[in-house]
């Protein structure tokens, strides 16, 4: 299923852990935790929130105006 969109009916909770409950492409519904999905990525992952992306434009821009000297 890689690769694939599912409609997500509901999500719940068990033994610490998100579920997504979905519609299952053919027939049914079919449970995946959330950390087998795009919603559960971490910030470990590489990518940066909207904070760290905001800090980082902040760092580029001071970057910029030190190295043309103004």
């Keep these: 299923m890689r690769g694939q969109r599912l409609d997500v009916l509901f999500s719940k909770r068990w033994a610490g852990e998100t579920l997504f409950v979905c519609v ?3 027939s049914g519904q079919i449970t ?18 909207v904070d760290g992306l905001a800090a980082l434009g902040a760092v580029t821009r001071t970057l910029k105006v030190v ?4």
Excluded at 32 to 49: H, V
Excluded at 67 to 70: P, T
């Design 67 to 70: 190295d043309s000297g103004e």
């Design 24 to 26: 299952r492409p053919g």
């Design 32 to 49: 995946l935790p959330a950390a087998w999905t795009d919603r559960g990525l971490s910030t470990e992952d590489g990518r940066l929130s």
